[in-house]
């Protein structure tokens, strides 16, 4: 008679873990592209936080669970007055970053936004700071925060260079709070027991669906998710820090762990897959390779996939202006990932549902020459008919060339290409753009453009002189990284 007894053995951590907490303590950063990027990343994420102060729909999450609660070195929250915990300042910042899909992108088998770490990765080092000075003790200063930056972007892209969470309905907030968990235990003063520890709790903490990303569920969970899964972060890094255990086999354990339960579509797939193919793969060693080539929104607040979109958009616009009413279709070139993601047909329930449609992306920068926040939002929206007017005339294609180059990781392109034909029988030309602005292969051209966005964006909760001295400040590479934590934060709250 067989047996029900498991043997009761605890395991050594898995390995997966073990390389993550490694790489946490030990790797030490000698790229200079990587630092460079960093604090580009840095300003970019700033500004896209202070840019969605403007919408309550966002300001409504903020601020302390308990209202007058006081924080002795509360973590501020850019662009406010608020000192809040730790947990909950980085569950804010997370919010405020994501709100408006405007800050940075990572496109693989996963695809994320990896500057959703500087929620925990801001909310930690600020209260650190202050805590330190008040005892006497050296401040952390920004570099600290790049080097985090870093560190969670790497974590984040190398697992979703070929691991695909959305295939098995998981969002790629898994992996924020994932890296966010190491960080931040980091920055915390973890040892290698207690880093493992927390990371052990992230996996089998339970994760997010990717229900409210796609149609007909989209809305606006999916702006504040990723500051969730940071706020999450932060609260098991401190409970490892307290000295809780950890699972070991969080991510391998039979029947029980992250892979078996959460990692396949049915236990069928669990019968027929050798092990080794149930577990993570690993293009690279975790290093400097995802900061350096980041993808920039710098341009449209739009889902990464439809960025070249609306570029060739903005590009036909003169051509058709004022030929709205003569246009007879509208083929959309894309590549797979755009398609399985962003292509939407019918009605569009909210800003959350428009901002992840590549047919409206498309059809308001035909139609207007531009796209900003405010042409989600409904008031807009209900303003003009002949956005979904174009829409019903657009076809979406995939161009298998396309697709090739999105996953050829020497390339990483994001083409789209757009042609509009007219009733006469005329058509415009087919304008294709294979890379975004934000690209790397476009830095140069991108950093005076991310720069002035920056700019923009700080204009809109702070004077013109403070602003300056803010964009002055991170443009000087040692300057910044120099600065104690807490007073950077100090130009940043109102």
């Not at 990765?121 to 050296?138: C, F, N, P, T, Y």
């Not at 070929?162 to 998981?170: A, D, K, P, Q, Y």
């Not at 207007?368 to 979904?388: Q, S, T």
């Not at 294709?432 to 909760?461: C, D, M, Q, S």
Request: charged share 25%; aromatic share 8%; glycine share 6%.
């Amino acid at each position: 008679m067989m047996s029900t007894v498991e043997a009761n053995v605890r395991p050594d951590y898995d390995a997966e873990l073990q390389k993550i907490a490694d790489y946490v303590l030990n790797y030490r950063i000698a790229s200079d592209e990587a630092w460079d990027t960093a604090r580009l990343c840095l300003m970019d994420t700033l500004g896209c936080g202070l840019l969605a102060l403007r919408f309550p729909e966002c300001t409504k999450h903020l601020g302390p669970l308990v209202e007058g609660t006081v924080v002795p070195h509360g973590a501020r929250v850019p662009g406010t007055s608020f000192r809040l915990d730790p947990v909950k300042a980085a569950w804010d910042i997370g919010a405020i970053v994501r709100w408006l899909d405007y800050n940075d992108t990572w496109l693989a088998a996963e695809w994320g936004h990896p500057s959703d770490n500087l929620g925990a990765i801001l909310a930690v080092a600020d209260h650190l700071s202050q805590k330190r000075v008040a005892q006497g003790e050296a401040p952390l200063v920004m570099r600290d925060v790049l080097e985090a930056m870093i560190m969670a972007h790497e974590i984040q892209g190398v697992l979703a260079l070929e691991n695909s969470f959305n295939r098995v309905g998981l969002d790629h907030v898994v992996l924020v709070k994932v890296a966010s968990t190491a960080v931040a235990a980091r920055l915390l003063g973890a040892d290698r027991e207690q880093l493992l520890a927390a990371l052990s709790h992230a996996w089998v903490d339970g994760q997010s669906l990717r229900t409210y990303r796609h149609a007909p569920n989209a809305g606006s969970r999916k702006s504040w998710a990723a500051g969730d899964a940071t706020s999450r972060a932060v609260r098991l890094a401190d409970i490892a820090l307290r000295g809780e255990m950890g699972i070991p086999g969080a991510l391998t354990a039979s029947q029980w762990g992250f892979y078996d339960v959460l990692f396949s579509h049915t236990n069928r797939d669990l019968a027929t897959k050798p092990d080794e193919e149930r577990r993570f793969r690993f293009q690279r060693e975790f290093g400097s390779y995802v900061m350096e080539n980041i993808l920039f929104k710098l341009s449209f607040p739009a889902e990464f996939h439809a960025q070249t979109a609306c570029e060739a958009a903005v590009t036909l616009h003169p051509m058709i202006k004022g030929r709205l009413d003569e246009v007879e279709r509208i083929v959309i070139t894309t590549h797979e990932s755009a398609i399985r993601i962003i292509s939407k047909e019918g009605d569009l329930a909210n800003p959350a549902d428009r901002d992840h449609c590549l047919q409206y992306m498309v059809a308001v920068p035909l139609m207007l020459g531009e796209l900003n926040a405010e042409h989600y939002e409904d008031d807009f929206h209900v303003a003009h008919p002949e956005i979904d007017t174009l829409r019903g005339k657009m076809e979406v294609v995939e161009e298998p060339r396309y697709t090739r180059d999105y996953l050829d990781p020497e390339k990483r392109s994001i083409a789209n290409a757009i042609q509009v034909f007219f009733t006469d029988g005329t058509s415009t030309e087919q304008v294709a753009v294979e890379y975004p602005i934000g690209h790397r292969r476009r830095r140069k051209e991108g950093i005076p453009v991310l720069e002035e966005k920056f700019r923009r964006n700080l204009e809109t909760r702070f004077p013109r002189a403070r602003s300056e001295r803010i964009v002055t400040l991170c443009q000087d590479q040692q300057g910044l990284e120099a600065t104690p934590v807490h007073r950077f934060m100090d130009l940043l709250v109102i």
